[in-house]
Every structure is written in C-alpha cells, then in structure tokens.
C-alpha cells in the first residue's frame, strides 16, 4: 500500500487530454514539492515535472503539473502513442519516519 | 550530460550482501545528493537512501538496519551495500541524481542493474 494513490489505470484517445492524481497528507504533498517521471517499461523512470510545476529541458510543454493542497495532479495534452508508459508521482514524507516516497503509479493506455 | 551506470554482481545468494556501484560521468559528483531506488519485477518504485558528496546520508527507514550508501568523490562514484538479502531485495536497483540543494527529485537515471537473490 504506497502513502501517495495514484489511480492504477487511465486511458484516452489519441490527441485527447488525460490528468492523473496522486493524492497525498499534509506531512508529504501538503508540505514539500512533488515530481513526476514516465517509465515505459523496461526503461528507467525519466523526470517530467519537478517542484510541483516545472519542466525539465526537453520535456514538451504538452506534459504540466500542478498542485493543491494534498493532492497533486499531471496533465497531458495531445495524447500520442509515445506516452503509453507507467507514470509516478513522488515526494518527501515529513512524517516521524521521514522518508521519499512514490506513488503506487498510473498505466496510461493510448488507445 | 551527466549520466549514470551501476554496476554490480546480477546474482546474490540469500543472507549475503548486495553490493552496487553507480559511477557518474560527464558531470561531478560534487555538490549534489545521489540515490539509489528499486524496483521488484512488476511493481512500483522504492527509494532506498541518499548521500550527499560530502557523505551525509539518509536512509528509508524500512532498510536502515541493513543500508549502507557511501561515496567516493575522486572516482566521481558512490555505492550500495544492503545485508542479509533475502528473496524480497530481487529488483531492478537504479542510482540517480537528486538534487543540489535538497533531495527533490531523480535526475537523471541510470540504465538500472537487475539483482536476482538466490536460494
């Protein structure tokens, strides 16, 4: 059971938009910057928002994070076969047992 | 740009010790955090702990008792060691940079390096 939900699956159409959750508590999204990263499989994990709502260079600005209280949500545009991947959201846990941790992460099917 | 590579046996057998190194190239290892994360066959991701270059670390406190991470600044590498494995420590263990000033996020990764525990 990871601290942060993610929804398992999502999925849309090509060139459709698709968000995904990550919900969290006020000692880990409440309190410090969450990131996401895209793994296709059998591929490391790649950074795609960093700080809540930042873009790595090199990452299409079709890829947008952002952040309200505990919860945490990624935004893709314009879908395309390309980002069928497993993504995650991640964030330090403040908590007695501090400690990074990541969401149980979201398969998104382009379909 | 910088880029990661562990390196490492493929193959432990249980009880023994895991050992990993993750060797950065194209940038230093100065003045930023560097983790190691795993992820068993299937599943989602785990971070295990971090060091900064000067050597403080932190780790996830499931693993703690069985966690080292250390660094070595002149060979621009830092490295992985986890006790008495067991089964549960199979996965695909992946080193990457954490940040400068504080440890919020992983970037870049390294390719990842599957260890199997053996019976």
């Known amino acids: 059971q990871s601290v942060l939900t993610q929804p398992p699956s999502v999925s849309a159409a090509p060139g459709q938009k698709v968000t995904i959750s990550c919900s969290g508590s006020s000692s880990n999204i409440g309190k410090n910057y969450v990131s996401w990263y895209q793994q296709v499989p059998g591929t490391a994990p790649k950074l795609l928002i960093y700080d809540n709502d930042e873009r790595p260079s090199g990452i299409p600005d079709r890829f947008s994070g952002s952040k309200s209280g505990t919860s945490a949500t990624l935004g893709i545009t314009g879908l395309q076969t390309g980002d069928e991947a497993n993504y995650y959201c991640?964030?330090?846990?403040?908590?007695?047992?501090?400690?990074?941790?990541f969401g149980g992460g979201t398969k998104l099917t382009v379909l | 740009q910088v880029q990661l590579q562990e390196s490492g046996p493929g193959l432990v057998k249980s009880s023994e010790t895991l050992s990993l190194t993750c060797t950065v190239s194209g940038g230093s290892i100065s003045s930023y955090y560097w983790s190691w994360i795993r992820q068993p066959p299937g599943e989602g991701l785990e971070w295990i702990g971090y060091?900064?270059?000067?050597?403080?670390?932190f780790y996830n406190p499931s693993l703690k008792s069985r966690v080292t991470i250390s660094v070595d600044t002149s060979k621009n590498q830092f490295s992985l060691k986890l006790r008495s494995v067991t089964a549960a420590d199979t996965a695909v263990y992946y080193c990457?940079?954490?940040?400068?000033?504080?440890?919020?996020?992983?970037?870049?990764w390294g390719q990842g390096s599957l260890v199997t525990v053996s019976s």
């Open positions: 991640g964030t330090w846990d403040s908590s007695l047992s501090a400690n990074w941790v």
């Open positions: 060091i900064y270059y000067s050597g403080n670390t």
């Open positions: 990457a940079r954490s940040g400068r000033s504080s440890p919020r996020w992983f970037d870049p």
